[in-house]
């Protein structure tokens, strides 16, 4: 299958096979208007299986939202046809409005407004705490 290149634009790569609509919905990239190609399962020999997210705009990303899905993601950001900057993502130290606590007594299940922030505790074991009611949350 070929998939043409983007002029200008940002390329999301190396997405673990099967998570592409996540961060899709988690981006709200259905909500913007412009061009956006989900890839699934491309051949890597790095991976075996990736998928991969284009934009044909150089767009505000929450970076956050990438790291705590796939920390082996790689951002890269296309102007005039070529690599003008490479991000690799990593666990963030924080979410804010990335999860939701999933603790009935928390504060964030009844107030509506308050903001659902957790923070890393443990980075080998992919641990968060809810920075409200300390209930943890272990990303799948």
Request: contains cysteine.
């Given at each position: 299958m070929?998939?043409?290149?983007?002029?200008?634009?940002?390329?999301?790569?190396?997405?673990k096979a099967g998570k592409s609509m996540q961060i899709y919905d988690l981006l709200g990239l259905g909500?913007?208007?412009?061009?956006?190609?989900?890839?699934?399962?491309?051949?890597?020999?790095?991976?075996g299986k990736k998928d991969i997210i284009k934009i044909d705009e150089v767009i505000d990303l929450d970076?956050?939202?990438l790291g705590y899905v796939d920390s082996n993601i790689t951002v890269n950001i296309v102007e005039n046809n070529r690599l003008a900057k490479k991000l690799h993502m990593e666990l963030p130290e924080k979410l804010i409005n990335?999860?939701?606590?999933?603790?009935?007594?928390?504060i964030t299940?009844?107030?509506q407004e308050i903001v659902h922030e957790f923070r890393l505790v443990d980075k080998e074991k992919k641990i968060y705490r809810c920075?409200?009611?300390?209930?943890?949350?272990?990303v799948k």
């Open positions: 070929d998939i043409s290149g983007v002029k200008n634009g940002i390329v999301i790569d190396h997405i909500k913007i208007d412009n061009t956006v190609a989900l890839i699934k399962n491309a051949s890597s020999e790095k991976y970076y956050d939202v990335v999860v939701q606590c999933k603790n009935p007594r928390c299940s009844v107030e920075c409200y009611c300390d209930a943890e949350h272990r």
